[in-house]
């Protein structure tokens, strides 16, 4: 039997890309899904694609910016289902730009995305994870949160704060039988680089993702993880494409 049966999966930016692709490929294996993004149109969609298919699945609108919307999200999840076995902390965004422009609001909106929204998300689930005396949480970093570029350097210190903050909740919570994955991926194609305003980056990333790889791939890495037996933990997987330098 699949390790990913009846897990309950708490999924954050589930309404496009990477998280929706997570969502069905759990779903095919099994898990109930609790779907959170602020896109309320693309998490019924989602929903009522996975319920069609034989799988559970709920969602709750959520901005994972506010702390707490992330507390609520995890109080929902329990009250379904009993229990988070559990959380993707995927949601995301890019918007890339040199220093110099200072667009000190696309700055903001990536510290509060990306890394307080893994924090709030952590800080939702593992009360109960802690209580359950077991659990899983995964972060979605970037092959960003390895290597620097011209052009993503706030989106790169966002990516590696999520890996140390990963690699820190890996370290306190090991002895709670709480795993704790980092999933690096390089480039995907998802809606992601559709925020990027600055103009003079967009040829040299269009040429990053002409090799992009579809989010399928991602999402398997995600399953891979979760289906390890409990006494195993996938620290942290980077996955490129093939002709990615
Ligand atoms: P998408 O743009 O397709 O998905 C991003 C998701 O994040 C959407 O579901 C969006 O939902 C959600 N999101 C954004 N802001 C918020 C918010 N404030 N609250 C809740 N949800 C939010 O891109 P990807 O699927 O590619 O991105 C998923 C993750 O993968 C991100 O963390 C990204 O940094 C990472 N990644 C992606 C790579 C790529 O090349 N695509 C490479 C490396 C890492 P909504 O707008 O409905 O809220």
Redo the contacts with the bound molecule.
């Keep these: 039997m699949s390790n990913i049966k009846d897990k309950v999966v708490v999924i954050?930016?589930?309404?496009?890309?990477?998280?929706?692709a997570a969502a069905k490929e759990l779903a095919s294996k099994g898990a109930k899904l609790v779907l959170?993004?602020?896109?309320e149109d693309?998490l019924k969609k989602l929903q009522e694609e996975i319920q069609k298919d034989g799988a559970q699945a709920i969602y709750k609108v959520?901005?994972?910016?506010s702390h707490e919307q992330m507390e609520e999200l995890a109080e929902i999840a329990l009250k379904e289902f009993g229990k988070i076995d559990v959380l993707v902390n995927?949601?995301?965004?890019?918007p890339h730009s040199f220093l110099y422009k200072k667009k000190v609001d696309d700055w903001n909106k990536m510290i509060d995305?990306?890394i307080k929204?893994v924090l709030y998300g952590i800080a939702a689930v593992l009360p109960a994870m802690r209580e359950q005396k077991s659990g899983h949480i995964i972060s979605?970093?970037?092959?960003?949160g390895h290597v620097v570029g011209a052009g993503s350097t706030v989106y790169a210190g966002t990516?590696h704060a999520v890996r140390a903050i990963s690699e820190g909740l890996r370290k306190e919570e090991a002895g709670n039988n709480i795993r704790s994955t980092i999933i690096?991926?390089?480039?995907?194609a998802?809606?992601?680089t559709?925020s990027i305003t600055d103009m003079d980056l967009k040829p040299g990333i269009d040429k990053i993702y002409e090799g992009?790889i579809a989010?399928d791939s991602i999402a398997r890495a995600i399953a891979f993880a979760i289906e390890q037996p409990a006494d195993v933990a996938i620290n942290e997987m980077i996955i490129r494409p093939t002709s990615q330098d």
């Design positions: 954050t930016g589930a309404s496009s890309g990477i998280g929706e959170a993004a602020r896109r693309r959520t901005d994972v910016t995927n949601a995301g965004v890019m995305v990306n929204g979605v970093s970037s092959v960003a990516k690096s991926p390089g480039a995907v998802t809606e992601l559709n992009a989010a």
